[in-house]
């Protein structure tokens, strides 16, 4: 199985690079191999506090630069591969796996391509909007998480107005998880440190005040139970991702 992680929500600000950095530390804490792709060009700061196994590529309409994101693909081959996307890339991330067709095509059968699209979502109806076009476009054929940013809005009741988003969350068995709120304070410490979430709570760890410290362990837990609450990153999930040969692999 080929697995390819989207971390979208198509606006800037929804906390994407937030997520995804939990993602990844996730993955390391429950020692899952991935290889990481940074799509972000004007602010690759997942991939900074991130560099192992951290690849660069860029969506572009350039048609000679397009071929580059192919990297994504081979990379899936080997392990599973998550990808943090920049904002206003959707007509370009859609254009590729659709120009690629990886989702119906022969390779996508014979090497069981799956493709998940983590969307964060700030409750705006902008944001809601966003998620509904991507559920329209792909028609179940990918999974969608939508993902809840509690730090960006904490009442989610106005979603029962949206009668087509419950419609098509049901149609296509979309996952749904809430990201828990980060303070801004704790944010900013460790952002300015540029540190891992893992040295970040390290017990000997002089970097953060003994309460912050216990507050970001908080934030973990709950964020890591979301992630498990989706069944999509977990030890078996992973064992489920055939390994291709090398010489297999362009």
């Known amino acids: 199985m080929a697995q390819i992680h989207f971390v979208d929500g198509e606006k800037g600000g929804v906390g994407k690079s937030l997520f995804c950095r939990v993602l990844l530390q996730y993955c390391l804490d429950k020692e899952l191999d991935f290889h990481f792709v940074e799509s972000d060009r004007t602010n690759p700061d997942v991939g900074a506090f991130y560099p192992d196994n951290c690849h660069q ?3 572009s309409e350039q048609e000679k630069k397009s071929f580059e994101v192919d990297l994504i693909f081979n990379l899936s081959l080997k392990k599973p591969v998550f990808v943090n996307l920049p904002a ?6 859609t ?8 989702i119906d095509s022969e390779i996508a059968q014979e090497y069981n391509v799956q493709i998940y699209k983590w969307f ?5 109806h ?11 476009e792909f028609k179940g054929k990918i999974c969608h998480v939508f993902v809840k940013n509690m ?3 904490d009442d989610w009741e106005h979603l029962k107005l949206y009668d087509e988003l419950k419609q098509l969350q049901k149609k296509y068995s979309v996952l749904e998880v809430e ?6 304070m704790e944010r900013n410490l460790i952002d300015q440190k540029q540190l891992t ?3 970040a709570i390290r017990k000997d760890s002089q970097h953060l005040p003994i309460l912050s410290k216990q507050r970001v362990v908080n934030f973990m837990k709950e964020a890591y139970n979301a992630i498990e609450k989706t069944g999509l990153v977990t030890v078996e999930a992973f064992e489920d991702h055939s390994v291709i040969e090398k010489d297999q692999v362009a």
């Open 126 to 136: 902008d944001s809601i909007k966003l998620f509904l076009e991507s559920l329209q």
């Open 179 to 184: 990201f828990p709120k980060l303070s801004s």
């Open 151 to 153: 730090g960006l809005c």
């Open 88 to 93: 206003q890339v959707y007509p370009m991330v």
């Open 57 to 59: 590529v860029f969506f």
């Open 197 to 199: 979430f893992a040295d």
């Open 120 to 124: 964060l979502c700030t409750g705006g």
């Open 95 to 102: 254009d590729w796996i659709k120009r690629n067709n990886l």
